[in-house]
């Protein structure tokens, strides 16, 4: 089963839209404006989606490899101004050209075949139109709060993430121009007690990654920390928004 599906119900409390969320929303929608047909690849329970089709008052479609995911978007306020479907990110269906603007975060990582998606990218956007992926910066993962308790992380991560200047080549290589990436750093701060509920749900999908014993022994170290007075958790968002227009 598609590990999202199980993760579905408890996703917008795990990871919940804050100011940080907000935040980096602003960025991608500054680069998104005057699109009219917008497609979110990878959308999840929607929360980008409805909240771009309220804002750039464009008409939007949101896809999903996730049943489950799909049907917590569905019951989002607002979700009845967007399309919702169902289908492989490699293998999108709609006509080729049909979109003006391409959204999709944090979900080029968890394709077997990047190329082959950028690719698909490049076909459902006329010419000229935009593409905004967001990801994180290499050192994102270096420097990772929870790697003290789970070394495994960044080895897992980097080696999955793709480094924004690779992924402008790729863009590149399908037909894109243009390509270039905008940094954003966000200090944040978690309650202890928040942390160690989002990693006792697998929050991210590297949670699922770590060998069993590497997540039970983190997961013990993490919960003594929190009993013995911990109380707060500072770490800094690396974000990486890489946009380019089809050529």
């Given amino acids: 089963m598609n590990h999202f599906d199980a993760l579905a119900p408890d996703y917008d409390r795990l990871r919940p839209a804050g100011?940080?969320?907000?935040?980096?929303?602003?960025?991608v929608l500054a680069e998104l404006e005057g699109a009219r047909r917008l497609l979110d690849v990878?959308?999840?329970t929607g929360?980008?989606?409805v909240l771009a089709s309220e804002r750039l008052g464009a008409r939007v479609w949101g896809v999903d490899a996730s049943d489950e995911m799909l049907r917590e978007a569905r019951r989002r306020p607002g979700a009845e101004r967007v399309g919702w479907r169902r289908a492989d990110v490699a293998r999108l269906p709609f006509r080729a050209g049909w979109f003006d603007a391409v959204h999709s975060h944090l979900v080029l990582h968890l394709v077997p075949d990047r190329p082959a998606v950028v690719s698909e990218l490049a076909r459902v956007l006329a010419p000229g139109g935009r593409a905004v992926v967001g990801t994180f910066a290499p050192e994102h993962f270096q420097e990772f709060f929870l790697n003290p308790y789970f070394p495994s992380i960044p080895a897992i991560d980097l080696a999955r993430f793709p480094d924004p200047e690779d992924l402008c080549a790729e863009l590149a290589a399908a037909g894109f121009e243009g390509a270039g990436v905008t940094r954003l750093d966000q200090p944040v701060s978690a309650a202890a007690a928040d942390v160690l509920e989002r990693v006792r749900g697998r929050y991210i999908s590297t949670l699922r990654l770590v060998a069993d014993e590497e997540y039970a022994a983190g997961l013990a170290r993490l919960e003594a920390d929190v009993a013995a007075g911990r109380d707060t958790f500072r770490s800094t968002l690396r974000w990486a928004l890489v946009a380019a227009r089809r050529g």
């Fill in 47 to 49: 929360r980008f989606a």
């Fill in 19 to 27: 100011a940080g969320w907000l935040e980096l929303t602003e960025r």
């Fill in 42 to 44: 990878g959308c999840g």
